[in-house]
């Protein structure tokens, strides 16, 4: 029998190890060590303030780490490389952040298409077609010519899923995505992500949606105070936490 070296394929998606982060001597994220395989959707929870946003936005280089890696598709994220290539890599993880971030002064459609443009060099034409086609996928076709501010929450994050799957992400960061909305806007926007995840795109989402954790997820991790303390797949999660913390924070919500 002979040992192959593992193919890209069987490598996980994203790997952290050791990650450390401190704000001066204030530690917000600690012995961070996990992985996400290929078509796995994890959704992050745990406390306010006890470093989810920090922890997904070291992995899209928002934010720097202090010690560790962070490995995305055989690439080390955190190591210094010219500032086109950081932007390539930062566009080619999609990134959905709670207020939507869209730009005020471009319609929908120009909104979707600017970044396959700029950052790779896709023919205006061809990246128009494209986010139409995505405006579609996503619900949106009639408001391709809309401006942001015309749009409600629901159908503004939406737009903004669509300008994040425009640069074919193999994997995509959500950072509560529906907190900023109005509840009758939350199952539109889950709905979008639900379809994702079963298309096999690869997800970590920070959300309170404990349904949609339930039903979507694979894996949850819990965190508390910057370190993972939970890893378990929801059912295992949501009806025997183990760790005290969790099962505070599950009583809570309750
Ligand atoms: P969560 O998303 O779980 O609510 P955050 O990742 O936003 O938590 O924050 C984790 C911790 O880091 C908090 O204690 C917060 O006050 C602190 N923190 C976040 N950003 C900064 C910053 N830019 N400077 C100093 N402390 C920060
Ligand atoms: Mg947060």
């Known amino acids: 029998m002979t040992l192959s070296a593992p193919t890209t394929q069987q490598l996980p998606a994203i790997r952290l190890s050791n990650v450390y982060k401190s704000y001066g001597d204030h530690p917000v994220l600690k012995n961070i060590d996990a992985s996400v395989a290929r078509g796995e959707v994890v959704v992050i929870c745990g406390p306010s303030g006890s470093g989810k946003s920090t922890l997904i936005r070291t992995i899209n ?14 690439q080390d994220i955190h190591a210094s ?29 120009e909104n979707v298409s600017m970044s396959p443009v700029r950052v790779k060099g896709v023919a205006p034409d061809v990246a128009h077609d494209k986010a139409l086609k995505l405006l579609d996928r996503v619900g949106l076709a009639e408001k391709a010519n809309a401006y942001p501010g015309q749009l409600s929450g629901g159908q503004q994050q939406r737009v903004a899923i669509a300008r994040a799957l425009a640069m074919e992400p193999p994997v995509m ?19 979008v992500m639900k379809s994702l995840a079963a ?14 954790a339930h039903d979507v997820a694979d894996l949850i991790w819990f965190i508390d105070a910057g370190e993972i303390i939970e890893k ?15 099962q505070r924070f599950l009583a809570d919500l309750r």
């Open 61 to 74: 280089r928002l934010e720097e780490i202090s010690s560790g890696s962070i490995v995305f598709d055989g």
């Open 81 to 109: 490389m010219p500032s086109k290539k950081l932007n390539l890599l930062r566009s080619s993880i999609g990134f959905v952040f709670q207020n939507f971030n869209l730009f005020p002064h471009l319609s929908v459609v």
């Open 173 to 191: 960061l959500f950072d509560e995505p529906t907190s900023a909305l109005d509840p009758e806007m939350v199952g539109e926007v889950l709905s």
């Open 199 to 212: 298309e096999g795109m690869t997800m970590l989402c920070v959300t309170h949606e404990m349904g949609f």
């Open 232 to 246: 378990a797949p929801p059912e295992e999660f949501f009806k025997t936490p183990r760790h005290p913390r969790a």
